[in-house]
């Protein structure tokens, strides 16, 4: 039972990362991807939670790791924007404030 739910945590990310890859990568419909990229991020480190939990830690550590991957997840969202001229994604180093300009076309991001 406990090897055929780690191929189900496995089927899932690699399925999440096919579709990101897809989506945010190489599709072009920017609306699409603002409206699901927080969708997207949550959904993928809801993934990464349960196989923390799955992976059983000392208790302190597993609740330490779920209580950090929270703010990591509203920053993750928080620092990548999508560009309405080139449509590719833009982060900004260290989640420290959201990007002002693309990475790619170098213009101002909406």
């Not at 923390?52 to 620092?79: C, D, E, H, K, N």
Request: contains cysteine; charged residues 15%; glycine residues 6%.
């Amino acid at each position: 039972m406990q090897q055929d739910l780690l191929i189900i945590f496995v089927a899932v990310w690699l399925g999440l990362s096919v579709g990101s890859f897809m989506l945010f990568q190489r599709g072009s419909d920017v609306e699409r991807k603002r409206k699901l990229w927080p969708i997207y991020t949550i959904c993928s480190n809801v993934v990464i939670g349960a196989v923390i939990v799955y992976m059983q830690p000392p208790l302190m550590m597993m609740l330490g790791l779920l209580a950090f991957m929270v703010p990591l997840t509203w920053l993750t969202i928080r620092s990548t924007k999508f560009c309405s001229a080139c449509g590719n994604p833009s982060r900004s180093p260290f989640f420290m404030k959201p990007p002002t300009k693309c990475s790619h076309c170098q213009k101002p991001l909406d």
